[in-house]
């Protein structure tokens, strides 16, 4: 499948500086917490030897006095996308799963744009003129990558027989594996791609497990990765700023009670109901915080969906005390249908029964219970009966 990449260096850092112009050509990186650990995801082109995915400490051994600033990921994706959005009125089959990177499938463009330079030029017109974009088409989206990748600031690099040649040269720092597979093939000898396409396969699966194959298809340009387009679906976005910080739970349900009563407005005049929803939190210190929470069955109303909430916001606790807040709702439902019952005893006994199910649902664990016989031939009087969940 023919691919067109989209990549913006830096895409990070740039959103960064969009808003703070004053970094602008300052040693600076952004980083990510993971678990305990703090972890580079953007840096200044300057930085030399610091790479995505290493951590902070070994980043400040080699740049001791670097600006260091904690990720506003909600900020790079509302900005990313924007990106997509335009893109997608150019073609359907548009991916964005990475914020800075961005891959087209074209095939079949050729009725719409006479040639692929002609589309390349109307997609890079597309996006924002506020980054500095580079565009590689070739089969497969980890060539089409590379041939934007190895690009200077408006470069459109169209690469069609010339893969083997292209590759032949490239670093095997720029393969898309951890940094621990990159610092074992240095310690073999394998520098560059060009080596890599040429060792057995067999050494390389010997050393890497089923990775090793995929590693040397890599190095040699081929990549059947599928390509995933966006899928469109109801979304409703919100956020806000506290008038003060604050570490208290009930402080911070307020304000989210708050925003899905709003949300509940806007998916009621489509009788649309929350299936999945990210939260996402901001300390003062910019630390962020996000969870995903998903619903057994589209919840209807404020009130069945805020003890989900709760449960997930008292078992993950924040990383400091929260300036921002907000919300994303990415699916959106109805609840199934079911026939009801005729006779009307069933139909009561039917809904006490659902309400129970929901009840349980939210608290995570049975609530009411029923005494069944077991054991009754048992001479011990506590082992001939049993306690069993009501909706069993």
């Known amino acids: 499948m023919k691919i067109l990449c989209i990549h913006i260096p830096h895409f990070p850092l740039n959103c960064e500086i969009h808003r703070h112009p004053e970094l602008a050509g300052q040693e600076a990186a952004i980083v990510f917490a993971e678990g305990s650990q703090k972890i580079i995801l953007d840096y200044a082109s300057g930085l030399k030897g610091i790479q995505q995915g290493m951590l902070l400490q070994q980043a400040l051994s080699m740049y001791a006095g670097m600006e260091i600033l904690q990720a506003d990921m909600q900020h790079y994706w509302s900005v990313f996308n924007r990106i997509l959005d335009d893109l997608e009125l150019k073609s359907p089959l548009v991916e964005g799963l990475e914020p800075g990177n961005i891959y087209i499938g074209i095939d079949g463009m050729q009725l719409i744009y006479p040639s692929d330079e002609m589309l390349a030029k109307t997609v890079q017109e597309t996006v924002s003129s506020a980054f500095e974009s580079r565009i590689g088409i070739a089969e497969g989206k980890f060539a089409a990558f590379m041939a934007a990748f190895q690009g200077r600031a408006g470069d459109i690099r169209i690469l069609n027989g010339e893969v083997p040649s292209f590759f032949e040269s490239l670093s095997c720092d720029l393969l898309p594996v951890s940094l621990k597979i990159k610092e074992r093939l240095h310690q073999f000898g394998l520098h560059t791609m060009g080596q890599m396409a040429r060792v057995p396969v067999s ?58 009563l709003q949300a509940f407005i806007f998916l009621g005049q489509k009788r649309l109901g929350i299936s999945r929803i990210t939260l996402w939190t901001r300390s003062w210190v910019s630390e962020h915080w996000e969870q995903d929470i998903r619903f057994k069955e589209p919840v209807m109303n404020a009130k069945a969906a805020i003890s989900r909430i709760r449960q997930a916001v008292e078992t993950f606790p924040q990383p400091g005390p929260v300036e921002q807040l907000g919300m994303k709702i990415t699916g959106t439902g109805r609840p199934q249908g079911r026939q009801n019952s005729l006779i009307s005893g069933v139909r009561a006994q039917e809904r006490l029964l659902d309400e129970i199910k929901q009840l349980e649902f939210r608290l995570g664990a049975p609530q009411l219970f029923q005494v069944k016989e077991v054991e009754s031939w048992s001479r011990m009087p506590e082992r001939r009966y049993t306690l069993a969940p009501l909706n069993n």
Not at 204 to 226: C, K, N, V, Y
Not at 236 to 242: A, M
């Open 203 to 260: 050494h390389l699966q010997s050393q890497f497990g089923p990775e090793g194959g995929r590693i040397q298809q890599l190095a040699r340009g081929h990549d059947d990765t599928p390509l995933y387009p966006r899928m469109s679906e109801e979304t409703f976005e919100e956020s806000t700023t506290l008038a003060s910080i604050t570490v208290s739970l009930d402080l911070i349900m307020m304000a989210l009670e708050s925003m899905l």
